[in-house]
């Protein structure tokens, strides 16, 4: 069965302290993401990787960096936490398809997510 | 980028189909359209997805009409369990391949 995994599920930060999020798939996927999800405003992707150490900015990169040394791991760093950064962070990884025609698709698989609160 | 259009909530009972409407005037020649559902604490969960015409599994139905400006989830005889919110999604692209764009959602209520 698919699994993607975060390394906590509730965490709790100062603000100014350097913060790791932990993401792990086990599905070989190429593609990692993560977003951050607010109420009212969806689902917003931060930081896109498709393949080992490579990465580009999503939507609302500022404050924010990754790392993805392995294909099964990927990182979001907080470098100094704010409270604009208290939110719900949600991993997600896909494959990317082609059909017939030369159309790519994904179907993104996520993890349960941290809810992360910088006080 | 196509963004995409719901509405913010709606509300069914037991046993009705649900029909969830999504609006995306600017979608792109290659894009494919994607709904997903999340619960409250989870993550979103893929539903359903497909480029033209409908496409059907197990759980839903997807319609989207010639012109792909817009696309409608079908919920079949929805129950309790159903209540979540629902997010339509199109693309990306090979031209815009790290542009994910998951909108509001819909949330739906399914009442007794």
């Known amino acids: 069965d698919v699994k993607v995994t975060q390394s906590s599920r509730y965490l709790v930060k100062r603000t100014g302290e350097k913060v790791f999020l932990e993401c792990v798939q086990d599905?070989?996927?190429?593609?990692m993401f993560w977003y951050r999800q607010d109420p009212g405003l969806g689902l917003r992707l931060i930081y896109f990787?498709?393949?080992?150490?490579?990465?580009e900015k999503g939507d609302i990169p500022e404050g924010y960096s990754v790392s993805r040394e392995k294909k099964e791991r990927f990182s979001l760093i907080l470098e100094s936490a704010s409270t604009n950064q208290t939110s719900m962070y949600l991993c997600?990884?896909?494959?990317?398809?082609?059909?017939?025609?030369?159309?790519?698709?994904?179907?993104?698989?996520f993890g349960p997510g941290t809810r992360l609160t910088v006080t | 980028l196509a963004k995409t259009t719901q509405p913010i909530s709606m509300d069914s009972y037991e046993g009705q189909e649900v029909n969830i409407t999504c609006s995306h005037n600017?979608?792109?020649?290659?894009?494919?359209i994607t709904w997903y559902q999340q619960f409250p604490s989870q993550g979103p969960r893929f539903i359903i997805q497909?480029?033209?015409t409908k496409v059907t599994n197990e759980v839903a139905s997807l319609f989207i009409p010639a012109d792909r400006k817009s696309s409608t989830l079908s919920l079949p005889r929805v129950s309790l369990s159903d209540t979540a919110v629902y997010y339509c999604?199109?693309?990306?692209?090979?031209?815009?391949?790290?542009?994910?764009?998951f909108g509001s959602g819909t949330k739906l209520n399914v009442k007794p």
């Open positions: 990787s498709y393949d080992v150490k490579m990465k």
């Open positions: 999604l199109v693309g990306p692209n090979l031209y815009n391949f790290n542009k994910f764009y």
């Open positions: 997600a990884s896909s494959n990317r398809q082609w059909d017939p025609s030369g159309r790519a698709s994904y179907e993104q698989y």
């Open positions: 600017n979608i792109a020649t290659n894009d494919y």
């Open positions: 599905m070989d996927h190429e593609n």
């Open positions: 497909g480029y033209k």
